[in-house]
């Protein structure tokens, strides 16, 4: 079982950036084997995938937010980061911390609100 806990959103100007960071607790095998990702969700929108990163340290992100967004992780603290930069009002969203393994854990999401 693995619990994930997303903080860094909030309030934040056209341009601006923001870190967002999950902790991830529990079972420290599986965490460590497990891919990790960022997800969004915008209101009356899908959720969709904004970055990935893998037990190796492979990652992969939207279009989107390429050259813009970098996933990182911290295997010793658990956590996994998404720093965002050049944040433009279409990136608003709350966005979901996601661990994949033999099971898929979400956390409960951080509002990210830029402003034009």
């Known amino acids: 079982q693995v619990q994930l806990v997303e903080s860094g959103g909030g309030l934040v100007q056209a341009g601006g950036s923001l870190r967002l960071s999950c902790a991830a607790s529990g079972s420290i095998f599986t965490i460590n084997i497990s891919n990790m990702g960022w997800y969004r969700q915008a209101p009356g929108e899908q959720r969709e995938l904004v970055a990935t990163?893998?037990?190796?340290?492979?990652?992969a992100y939207a279009e989107s937010v390429k050259g813009r967004f970098t996933i990182s992780r911290d295997d010793v603290k658990n956590t996994v980061y998404l720093q965002m930069n050049s944040l433009k009002p279409e990136d608003t969203a709350v966005y979901y911390c996601?661990?994949?393994?033999?099971?898929?854990?979400w956390g409960q999401g951080t509002q990210v609100t830029v402003s034009s």
């Open positions: 990163i893998t037990s190796g340290g492979s990652t």
């Open positions: 996601n661990a994949a393994a033999w099971s898929t854990w």
